[in-house]
């Protein structure tokens, strides 16, 4: 007999755990399961940029009583170009801002929220397959750490289990979506450093762009764009810096031992459909979008606070009017963050192949940006994140 639960999450990333703490606000039981260990879902390097609405929804759900303590207030954000930086001052135009809060930090305090409620969330518990989207009754088909069978029936399945999940194929077939890909991927760096500026700094230089970012008094975040083909280890720690150094002319970086490096490709993509039946998709499992806007996992709390309201009206009023439109809803800001992304990455990257007047296009397009009040508010708007839905 398959276990029983009201909403079976897949993924213990910030979408699935968001959402089952959203949840149980509202006194709906969920179940989380998750193919890796708690230890790996804390430990796995990746977003830092929280737009404000996220923060508000952390410290005003109780999901993250850190963010606001731990995490780092930023006002603006740098961006740079040939030899000039122009600030672009979020609170300034917007009245708005962003927190850098790692999301394995996030995803502490949401495992920790969820262990200490008593909810169930199981580690090393693996979706094979989504069964029956269309009827009522939606199954989870998993296996556990031990190769044991598991079987959830629900009244809704959530795939919030990444772009590389298994949930995508039951709502939409393996390759239902809009995709773009890019000619470049970021090579990222972990560093023993003190921060070399006190924001971040987005660099269109002649090599190249980088992202001088930050973690924490004592490590820094860094990414310069590579080709998507290179290896981690193709470059000595000598040749990183002088890389890097030469992408930010006018700041010294500080350099220190370098202690991680990844290769990370971009990419876009939009499901075709977010929703079959009752199985929807959250997250990255519905879209990709590349990092340059910092908006991956922005939307994935945009995408939970939508449907933890037509969960609710669907479960607790039987009334299923916001759930059937919650893929379009949805829609509107992820193409918004899309377009976004896409922009801001088109804007500061140098295009393989690029011609003298592909580059001086580009350096005009970028004055347009930074010299013009508008331009500046334009970036601020889309990058601080706009406005959520009140959650309850
Ligand atoms: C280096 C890097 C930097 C980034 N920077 C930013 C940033 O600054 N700001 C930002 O907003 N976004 C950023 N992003 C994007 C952001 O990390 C993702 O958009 C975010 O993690 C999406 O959350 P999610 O919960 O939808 O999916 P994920 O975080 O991918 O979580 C999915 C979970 O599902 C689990 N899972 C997968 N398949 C199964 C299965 N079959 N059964 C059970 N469990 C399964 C996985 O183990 C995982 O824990 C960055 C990403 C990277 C890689």
Sequence with gaps: ?????????????????????????????????????????????????????????????GASDRVLTAGQKHEGIEIRFGDEGHRIDFTGTVGRAVWLYPQHEVLKDLVAARLAAGQDLRFQVTARRVEDAGTDRPRVLAEDAEGDPVEIEADVVVGADGSRGVTREAVTGAHGGYFREYPFAWFGVLCEAPPSAEE?????????????????????????????????????????????????????????????RDVLRFRSFVAHEMRRGRVVLVGDAAHTVPPTGAKGMNL??????????????????????????????????????????????????????ASDFDRLRQIGELRTVVESDHGRAHLAEAYTGWPLPAVR
């Design 1 to 61: 007999m398959p276990e029983r639960t009201r909403v079976a999450v897949i993924g213990a990333g910030p979408a699935g755990l968001l959402l089952s703490h959203l949840l149980a606000r509202h006194g709906i039981e969920s179940v989380v399961l998750d193919s890796r260990s708690r230890e790996q879902i804390e430990t796995t390097v990746r977003a830092g940029v929280l737009e404000q609405g996220t923060v508000e929804v952390l410290d005003r759900t």
């Design 200 to 260: 971040l700094i987005y660099s269109n230089s002649p090599n190249g762009f980088a992202l001088i970012s930050r973690r924490s008094a004592g490590v820094q975040r860094m990414y310069f764009q590579c080709d998507p083909a290179t290896d981690t280890g193709a470059y000595t720690e000598e040749r990183l810096w002088e890389i890097l150094q030469s992408r930010v002319p006018g700041t010294t970086l500080r350099e220190g031992r370098i202690f991680q």
């Design 300 to 353: 994935a709390v945009a995408d939970v606070v939508l449907l933890t309201e037509a969960l609710r009206a669907l479960l607790l009023d039987r009334d299923e009017t916001l759930f059937d439109a919650f893929p379009a809803t949805a829609r509107r800001r992820i193409w918004k963050a899309q377009h976004f992304s896409w922009w801001m990455t088109n804007l500061l990257h140098l295009q393989p192949g």
